[in-house]
């Protein structure tokens, strides 16, 4: 069955420390991985996708699939990095199926 | 120019009632979806449309009807509605093929509350 775990429903930090949200996958196929990210009172957007190997706003991501994982990290925490963030994995033709998410709280 | 816009933003009606949500894109993207987002901020896909067919109907009530007039569109109808029926939906649209593929556009949701 695909799955997608983002183990924690909240991560609190503090202003300057590393960050590193979990996400583990389970599917069968070719995975095609994502993380969007919903500031407050803003729509979901994207963040990064693994195809694309690039990193925003700091933040990056490594597809390992021996360990089925798509780990987001960022070195230094920011406030306004305070969200709640999304993995999500591609399933389908176009489904993409979202993790239950985590709310990154950065503290001062 | 908003990119995936919705309407209404809020929406608050009596049980049983029936209501609509509209959502509308200028991306030119061929796939436009529905997602629900439950009070614990899980999101789950509802539908998904290409070029005004259906191509994804997960398990949702019949109650919950979408019709797509045109590539740019996709509308949702709830009828009788219930109080679990109370989320945020959004919309959002995609290329199906090409660099963006997949690559979610969202609206800015609409939150429906049933009292």
């Known amino acids: 069955a695909q799955r997608v775990t983002q183990p924690e429903k909240l991560l609190s930090v503090f202003k300057g420390a590393p960050v590193e949200l979990k996400c583990n996958y389970s599917?069968?196929?070719?995975?095609?991985l994502f993380w969007y990210v919903q500031y407050s009172r803003q729509r979901l957007q994207l963040l990064l996708r693994h195809i694309s190997r690039e990193s925003i706003k700091g933040f990056t991501a490594d597809l390992n699939k021996g360990e089925t994982s798509f780990h987001l990290k960022k070195p230094f925490a920011q406030e306004e990095d305070s969200a709640m963030y999304y993995c999500?994995?591609?399933?389908?033709?176009?489904?993409?199926?979202f993790g239950k998410g985590t709310m990154l709280l950065v503290s001062p | 120019d908003t990119a995936v816009s919705q309407t209404p933003k809020y929406l608050v009606t009596q049980m049983g009632n029936d209501k609509s949500i509209k959502c509308e894109q200028n991306l030119g993207h061929d796939t436009m979806y529905w997602y629900k987002q439950d009070s614990k901020k899980f999101l789950k896909i509802m539908f998904s449309y290409n070029n005004k067919e259906l191509i994804i109907n997960e398990t949702v009530p019949n109650r919950f009807s979408p019709k797509s007039p045109d590539k740019a569109h996709l509308n949702l109808h709830i009828n009788s509605l219930e109080l679990g029926d109370s989320a945020v939906y959004f919309c959002?649209?995609?290329?199906?093929?090409?660099?963006?593929?997949?690559?979610?556009?969202f609206g800015a949701g609409s939150r429906l509350t049933v009292l």
């Open positions: 999500a994995l591609r399933t389908g033709y176009s489904t993409l199926t």
């Open positions: 959002a649209s995609s290329d199906l093929t090409g660099t963006g593929a997949n690559v979610l556009t």
């Open positions: 599917y069968s196929g070719s995975p095609e």
